[in-house]
């Protein structure tokens, strides 16, 4: 493919302030499946290889970050910290402020159906590019790369100032893990009249008790019981566990 098939890409290298040398590696990132799939006479590939590798890369960099910081953050707070820049929400922010949207090469069903604004296509184009600048540049390129996007975002979790929708990250953060684990969220209590109802809810970890939220709506005491649950578990690739205060309350 030539790099003339996407408008203005010389303007994105810009913007990621990276040049890349060989500029058929960044349009491979922005390449959709759907749009390798309907040119495949042209050899077009799709960045999913290209996702698996940045994936990686922005995973090693955030660590690095987290572990060299002065502060000497505790490893389940350095989880936690990377679980909210290391996923789809911070890195589809990262695209809308690079308007990354408008240079993806998408199907032209996807592109019908608004891909050029789905989050996971946005993200998905995110760590495809940082694996693109690996392989073009090296280890010190795509760590500049991921400074350069990320940083901010890292700081804005460390003070605490990232918030997204609760329930939704604590779906995210569990299922991101590679185990059997089992969380469900139910209303535990409800009480008062119809117009002025009180709900109580909790979330079952492996079917304990993690998390408990009471609002005025099922939809508000789902959101504080999982925001209650986050303070408590924390997940990595591998495993969920719950924290030593935590179970040490439950001995």
């Known amino acids: 493919m030539q790099t003339e098939s996407i408008p203005g890409l010389h303007s994105l290298m810009e913007k990621i302030g990276y040049r890349f040398k060989r500029e058929s590696l960044l349009l491979e990132a922005l390449t959709h499946s759907t749009y390798a799939y309907e040119t495949r006479q042209k050899s077009a590939t799709d960045n999913e290889r290209l996702e698996f590798l940045g994936d990686a890369v922005l995973d090693l960099v955030i660590s690095d970050l987290l572990f060299l910081d002065p502060a000497q953050f505790a490893e ?41 604004c789905k989050p996971s296509n946005l993200a998905n184009a995110v760590e495809s590019m940082i ?13 500049r790369l991921v400074r350069h996007l990320l ?14 929708d609760y329930k939704s990250r604590l779906i995210e953060m569990v299922q991101s893990s590679h185990t059997n684990s089992n969380l469900r969220f139910t209303i535990l209590h409800e009480e008062g009249p119809v117009h002025e109802r009180v709900f109580t809810a909790g979330i079952l970890f ?26 408590k578990l924390s997940c990595d690739r591998r495993n ?12």
């Open 76 to 116: 389940g707070y350095m989880t936690k910290t990377r679980s909210l820049v290391v996923c789809e929400a911070t890195l589809a922010e990262v695209a809308r402020s690079l308007d990354l949207g408008s240079y993806l090469l998408l199907g032209r069903g996807e592109d019908a159906t608004g891909g050029r």
């Open 131 to 143: 694996g693109a600048a690996y392989l073009d540049g090296g280890l010190d390129t795509a760590v």
């Open 151 to 164: 940083e901010p975002h890292l700081r804005q979790a460390l003070s605490g100032s990232i918030v997204y």
């Open 206 to 231: 492996n079917e304990q008790l993690i998390g408990e939220g009471i609002g005025g709506s099922k939809k508000e005491a789902e959101q504080k019981a999982a925001q209650a649950a986050l303070r």
């Open 240 to 251: 969920c566990w719950l924290s030593e205060e935590e179970q040490q309350g439950r001995e």
